[in-house]
């Protein structure tokens, strides 16, 4: 794969090594009974029965991984996302979830959903729950549909969380400051999948949260017990990580992407961390010699992403001599966006925003279980 390699490759790589020791909706809800609800429902007027979606098995359509997928294209999100919107999704970096299908999720409910979630985090409060946001008078959640996002029209519209609150001492002219944001969202979501799930089910299978953990539990808590769903961590493997590395490096052309910044982990004694930052233009005519620009394919198969990957690798190891593939790929940058094994990500470009939620979101459905 190295062949690809352009020849004065190395004089125009900027190769930034760091080597230090380490230091430090889903297709059920899982159950098998019931489930007994508090008298308090903290949004819905009464309790409801369980929706025992976990009892059809085989009623829904089974996910593949794909081979491959389409090129990232730019497209001006805000002509049909409104910019205030889509400002609130760029920049942060959010921690991703998996959430399964929402049992009567209902889109015209959100101003409801505001004021239940408000009243159970301060409830929960009341009962001695930790709150990581010091001494506070009270919460203000607000519900809110982000249109546009979808891509299909089986997508669920996004739907934003965003919580404030305002300290016990503060002036009463002072604005209450936003302590946590979340998202959920759909895009692109695979058609047979949606159009399987039973009609009382909605599918935002992303969650996207920035804020204090203890409020990202508590918000799960309630999506949990109004909805009849549940969630998951969504870490990013490296095949996930190869496929951003590829699709925003072939972006280089229309968007200048500034940098591409990778980071190994290595499994050797000590534990070795390994950063590669590569000058973007020797980048994008690596991809280019695997998938040239002119070609009319305009899909992307795993094996050219392969074979772009072992080339900077196998060029890493021509000049420090240190096998890149025997560790694993942890995170990928450019300054279209971040993305890190751990599951968090950050969005540096609102135009190739769809390119990357709709691997997220595939990402999503295929955590969840089965």
Known sequence: CSNHLPALFFFWLGVFLIIMERRGSAVNTPASRPVTRRSKSYGRSCVEAPSYFWQTPGHLAVLKIPNSRGTAKSQTITNKVDPEHIALLVKNEWKLSYITPLHHFRHTRLKSYSKHLSAF??????????????????????????????????????????????????????????????WLTCVNGDLEYLRSLPPDFVSLPLFCTSGPESLTTLVKSWFERVFDCNFGCLALNSTTLNWLTALWTGCHPTCNIRHLKLAWSLPTQPPLDVSYTVNP???????NSIHPEESTDDRIDIQEVQSFINGLEAHFFRHFKI????????????????????????????????????????????????
């Open 323 to 370: 096998f890149l593939s025997a560790g694993t790929l942890v995170k990928v940058s450019t300054a279209l966006g971040s993305a890190h094994v751990d599951g968090k990500i950050k969005i540096g470009n609102s135009d190739y925003i769809t390119t990357l939620l709709t691997l997220l979101t595939e990402c999503a459905l295929l955590k969840m279980p089965a």
């Open 281 to 287: 233009q020797d980048a994008w005519e690596l991809w």
């Open 121 to 182: 985090i301060v409830a929960e409060k009341q009962q001695g729950v930790a709150v990581e946001v010091g001494l506070e008078a009270g919460f203000k959640v607000t519900f809110s549909a982000v249109l546009g996002l979808a891509e299909n029209d089986e997508d669920a519209e996004t739907v934003f969380i965003q919580i404030q609150s305002k300290p016990v001492f503060a002036a009463v002219a002072d604005a209450p400051k936003v302590v946590w944001r979340g």
